[in-house]
């Protein structure tokens, strides 16, 4: 860095964050919080706050030129921690003591994808997929789990924890065992794709199937934590949004911080929502762009207890569902987030709605026909996106962005049953059957003949 830059960012990397609750306002020293993240006046949420950035105004505000200069230029850089998408932007999560204590995987960096024919099929031209299944472990989780490893190490943790429909157990282990840690994993048994639940097992977790949901597991690891000294690796930690607010910084900068007009993100705890809509409304405090996009959350129509919310209580209160969907990743009933989401959805104008399991199929094999690909629940943007189309609150003329939360290989199962077939009931397709039909490539049984697989190729085996 030099010594104009150094000068410029004065103070940026100092560690002066606090929590503050989310609910009742009460703020904390970060090492204060209890061990489950909840508020001990109002049970309600952390969020981490940098105190010294509303008192810095004026000439000692940080130069938003010299910040988008030097993370540019960091991506040229031979240093691990400027490589990471995470740190790159240390100077907006300053939450550790000291940041030779961050820990990296090279997260991040995701890219950001045109995607022509979906775009043409919904007359949108500039619509994008920032794939966040393309991190390290294949989903969007190791953003925040770079962030919240690091403090889990840096205040001395010897094992670390999370309940998952497993996503964050992949993560997590993998950042555990990273950093010299244990970590414990708890499941829903039958109820997570073998994808995932390989890469705990490999990456070194003590791995518990429960017979739960994920809420139960949840609410169990939460009496666990309080019993015994190990840091929950949820994303009730607000540390992890901190580390997953970092993408909304990566879209800015790809739209030259012109930030686009519509941003579409699944929903299943509502951590991910939460954290892409503090780290817009950052930036824009911060002077870096100069507006939030819109951001809708989209929910399986079998685990939607956020839309019920906003429907019937404007998001005041939340009515736990029996959560029931094919797309594992978000089969969430009662998500720990909520207020926080419903906030974002509230303060950007965006919407929430849900997509029913066909239209969840339907999309994401429009994805795979693109050559990107995505788990089920990173589809639920484009289903979403569609009816949102149909009902007209979409312009045409719109900058609009997937976010597609993780990668089509985690769930192998789903994907092939589609194409055999044998993934939806008769009554969940019923009236789409030309539709999906038309989107099906089973493999096909062929002779080992070059006239039989030249036949094939036209489509007349199988
Ligand atoms: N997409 C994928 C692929 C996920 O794994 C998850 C959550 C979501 C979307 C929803 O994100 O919870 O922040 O609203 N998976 C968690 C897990 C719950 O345990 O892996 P959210």
């Known amino acids: 860095m030099t010594a104009l830059t150094g000068r410029l960012l004065a103070g940026m990397n100092d560690n002066l964050h606090q929590l503050r609750c989310f609910g009742c306002?009460?703020?904390?020293?970060?090492?204060?919080?209890?061990?489950?993240?909840?508020?001990?006046?109002?049970?309600?949420?952390?969020?981490?706050?940098?105190?010294?950035?509303?008192?810095?105004?004026?000439?000692?505000?940080?130069?938003?030129?010299?910040?988008?200069?030097?993370?540019?230029?960091?991506?040229?850089?031979?240093?691990?921690?400027?490589?990471?998408?995470?740190?790159?932007?240390?100077?907006?999560?300053?939450?550790?003591?000291?940041?030779?204590?961050?820990?990296?995987?090279?997260?991040?960096?995701?890219?950001?994808?045109?995607?022509?024919?979906?775009?043409?099929?919904?007359?949108?031209?500039?619509?994008?997929?920032?794939?966040?299944?393309?991190?390290?472990?294949?989903?969007?989780?190791?953003?925040?789990?770079?962030?919240?490893?690091?403090?889990?190490?840096e205040r001395g943790f010897e094992w670390v924890a999370c309940a998952s429909t497993g996503n964050t157990s992949a993560s997590m282990a993998a950042y555990a065992s990273r950093a010299g840690l244990r970590s414990l994993v708890l499941i829903p048994e039958g109820k997570i794709a073998w994808g995932k639940l390989s890469q705990a097992m490999d990456y070194g977790a003590v791995t518990c199937q429960l017979k739960a949901d994920f809420d139960g597991c949840l609410t169990l690891l939460t009496q666990i934590v309080n019993e015994a000294p190990i840091y929950l690796l949820n994303s009730v930690n607000p540390y992890r949004l901190e580390g997953q607010k970092t993408p909304a910084f990566e879209i800015a900068e790809a739209f030259d911080?012109?930030?686009?007009?519509?941003?579409?993100?699944?929903?299943?705890?509502?951590?991910?929502?939460?954290?892409?809509?503090?780290?817009?409304?950052?930036?824009?405090?911060?002077?870096?762009?100069?507006?939030?996009?819109?951001?809708?959350?989209?929910?399986a129509e079998g685990a939607n207890p956020l839309v019920r919310s906003l429907e019937t209580s404007q998001g005041t209160t939340l009515e736990p569902v029996e959560a029931h969907t094919r797309?594992?990743?978000?089969?969430?009933?009662?998500?720990?987030?909520?207020?926080?989401?419903?906030?974002?959805?509230?303060?950007?104008?965006?919407?929430?709605?849900?997509?029913?399991?066909?239209?969840?199929a339907i999309a994401k094999a429009e994805l795979g026909a693109e050559g990107l690909g995505c788990e089920p629940a990173s589809a639920v943007t484009l289903a979403g996106l569609k009816k949102l189309r149909d009902r007209g609150v979409v312009d045409p003329g719109e900058t609009v962005v997937l976010v597609l939360t993780g990668h089509t290989l985690k769930d192998a199962d789903y994907t092939i049953d589609f194409h055999r077939g044998t993934l939806l009931k008769d009554e969940e397709k019923a009236g789409r059957e030309a539709e999906i039909d038309a989107l099906r490539r089973n493999a096909v049984a062929v002779e080992a003949t070059p006239a039989a697989v030249l036949a094939a190729m036209k489509g007349r085996a199988g």
Not at 34 to 56: H, I, N, Q, T
Not at 259 to 275: E, K, R, T
């Open 327 to 360: 797309a594992t990743a978000i089969r969430i009933g009662n998500p720990a987030s909520w207020r926080k989401a419903a906030r974002v959805i509230q303060d950007t104008g965006g919407w929430c709605l849900d997509v029913t399991e066909a239209e969840i």
């Open 25 to 153: 306002g009460a703020r904390l020293k970060g090492a204060e919080a209890r061990p489950d993240f909840r508020c001990a006046a109002c049970g309600d949420l952390f969020e981490v706050e940098y105190p010294g950035w509303s008192e810095r105004k004026g000439p000692d505000r940080p130069n938003a030129g010299a910040l988008k200069w030097l993370w540019r230029e960091r991506r040229c850089s031979s240093e691990a921690l400027d490589h990471s998408g995470v740190w790159r932007f240390r100077e907006l999560l300053p939450i550790l003591d000291s940041f030779g204590n961050a820990m990296t995987l090279s997260e991040g960096n995701t890219p950001l994808y045109h995607l022509t024919r979906a775009a043409r099929a919904l007359g949108i031209d500039r619509l994008f997929a920032k794939h966040q299944g393309m991190n390290p472990t294949g989903s969007f989780k190791d953003t925040g789990m770079a962030a919240a490893m690091s403090v889990a190490k």
């Open 257 to 299: 911080w012109n930030v686009p007009d519509h941003l579409i993100v699944p929903g299943g705890n509502l951590g991910n929502s939460s954290a892409l809509g503090k780290g817009f409304r950052e930036l824009h405090e911060l002077g870096l762009v100069a507006r939030m996009p819109r951001i809708s959350v989209i929910q």
